[in-house]
């Protein structure tokens, strides 16, 4: 039997990737998602079974018990922080329903074998140090809020009902990149003023710093959670920069100039820095590719 596998948001730009995975590794994979920001529909070609569905609907519980998969990702989320800025109700409303209802359909689902919830290093708010995954959650803008939210989630269903203490785990990853990113993000700014000479807005003059992790390296960690992580992890290869030292560092392994304007992002966290001891040390976790590999295959692809 094919183990089966359910991922809300798997059409978005990190979990298209680990959709993909699966299938080729002969998973039954059901993804559901919305297609509500960043989807990317080419993914879908028949090699698995597709809902398009709000996870925000109190449905999408009859719809995981109907399925039972052994294993379940949420990652679906609204995921862009200018917008929960200027919509914190919405995303707040949007995000925590989500999260709500894939814990309730994972505490009734008897096929369960692990669930695990999607973070992000932004639920520590300013780091002053590597955060480990036992400090503090000081989310400073509401999309952080709302993914804390379901961080906190995660410790109260895995305290409080026994089904869900060995299933349950998350991921708090460092800022992703790669092919398939929103091309507001950084990264793909800075490729596409690579090909094209465009400037890009430097925002907080460039001071933001940032880890960053190529998304090929996202679905083997994923992979080896499945099989036996069952805590928080945090996932970052501590390649750490600053926005200024980020372009400094393309524009040396393309040999090309990159042209920024002055702009402001108010409420920004400056750094975000994490310790992933916890994944290497506990479950073996090593990466596919070093920042400098992503970022070549990532700046090089056409
Ligand atoms: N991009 C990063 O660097 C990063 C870093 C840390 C954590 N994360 C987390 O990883 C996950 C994926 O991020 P991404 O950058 O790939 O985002 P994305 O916006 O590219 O993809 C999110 C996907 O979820 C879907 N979706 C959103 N809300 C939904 C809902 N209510 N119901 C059903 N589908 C819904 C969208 O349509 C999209 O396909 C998110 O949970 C995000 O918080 C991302």
């Not at 989807?39 to 809902?51: R, V």
């Not at 269903?157 to 092919?179: D, K, L, Q």
Request: hydrophobic share 35%; charged share 25%.
């Amino acid at each position: 039997m094919k183990p089966k596998l359910l991922i809300t948001g798997g059409l978005g730009f990190i979990f298209s990737h680990v959709t993909e995975y699966f299938v080729q590794k002969g998973w039954d994979v059901v993804v559901v998602d919305n297609e509500s920001a960043g989807s990317h529909l080419e993914i879908i070609d028949g090699s698995f079974k597709y809902y398009k569905m709000d996870v925000c609907d109190r449905s999408v519980i009859d719809l995981v018990l109907k399925e039972a998969p052994e294993y379940v990702i949420h990652a679906a989320a609204m995921s862009d922080v200018d917008y929960s800025i200027r919509e914190p109700l919405k995303t707040l409303i949007e995000n925590i329903n989500a999260n709500a209802n894939m814990f309730e359909a994972c505490r009734d689902l008897p096929s369960l074998k692990k669930f695990i919830y999607v973070s992000t290093d932004e639920v520590y708010g300013e780091c002053d140090h590597p955060k480990k995954e036992t400090e503090i959650l000081f989310p400073k803008n509401p999309y952080a809020c709302s993914k804390a939210a379901g961080s906190l989630m995660r410790l109260t269903y895995g305290s409080t009902y026994p089904s869900m203490i060995e299933t349950t785990a998350e991921t708090r990853f460092c800022n992703v990149f790669g092919p398939r990113q929103d091309t507001r993000k950084i990264m793909p700014l800075i490729k596409h003023s690579l090909h094209t000479g465009e400037p890009i807005p430097l925002h907080n003059e460039g001071l933001g710093y940032r880890e960053y992790i190529y998304v090929k390296n996202i679905p083997p960690a994923i992979d080896l959670i499945l099989e036996k992580g069952n805590r928080t992890y945090n996932l970052t290869l501590n390649d750490g920069l600053t926005v200024h030292q980020l372009i400094e560092h393309a524009e040396k392994v393309t040999d090309k100039k990159i042209n920024t304007y002055p702009s402001n992002r108010p409420g920004m966290d400056l750094k975000y820095q994490m310790d992933a001891t916890r994944i290497k040390t506990e479950l073996g976790w090593k990466p596919l590719y070093t920042f400098d590999e992503g970022l070549k295959e990532y700046l090089e692809m056409i």
